[in-house]
């Protein structure tokens, strides 16, 4: 003979442990992805910028460090350091408040510096560096996925450097 009663209530504390668990794994998951930046944020903590040693004394370069803040509108821009430059103005203009530019005049004698950060730039979905001084074709620099870097400007481009 069997216990019905019984059965029905093994039946139910299992299903009462199975929403248990799953009510604890929901919340462990909601836990863990409030710690975990979601794909459209970067990773940037500090940016430092200075001259390499030995640079002819003549030299000099404009930096540009651009935090885009919409993945439609990065698509859009130009990732040339001519294109940038020649059309930056432009960008900018239509961007509103989609792009964050800071620029940066380095001379050869310049002091390193720390680059103040916007106060939306874990927002980011892009940070791009440009500099004036390259090769017209050179491509920006993507520094999105970086963490603490050094931005050494080169005769030739710009050294990213983990700090």
């Given at each position: 003979m069997i216990n019905l009663s019984s059965t029905n209530c093994d039946e139910r504390q299992k299903r009462g442990m199975s929403i248990q668990l799953a009510a604890c794994f929901l919340i462990l998951i909601t836990f863990l992805c409030s710690y975990i930046p979601s794909a459209a944020q970067n990773s940037i903590a500090r940016i430092d910028i200075q001259p390499a040693a030995g640079l002819p004394e003549e030299f000099v370069s404009d930096v540009d460090v651009l935090f885009v803040y919409d993945n439609a509108l990065l698509n859009q821009l130009p990732f040339t350091q001519f294109d940038w430059v020649s059309s930056k103005e432009e960008y900018l203009d239509r961007a509103d408040d989609l792009l964050e530019l800071l620029q940066f005049h380095i001379a050869a004698d310049s002091e390193s510096q720390m680059v103040p950060l916007?106060?939306?730039?874990?927002?980011?979905?892009?940070?791009?560096?440009?500099?004036?001084?390259?090769?017209?074709?050179?491509?920006?620099?993507?520094?999105?996925?970086?963490?603490?870097?050094?931005?050494?400007?080169?005769?030739?481009?710009?050294?990213?450097?983990?700090?």
């Open positions: 916007p106060q939306r730039y874990s927002q980011a979905v892009a940070v791009l560096v440009f500099a004036s001084h390259e090769d017209p074709v050179a491509e920006a620099i993507d520094i999105t996925f970086e963490t603490g870097i050094l931005l050494q400007i080169e005769s030739y481009g710009i050294n990213v450097i983990q700090n």
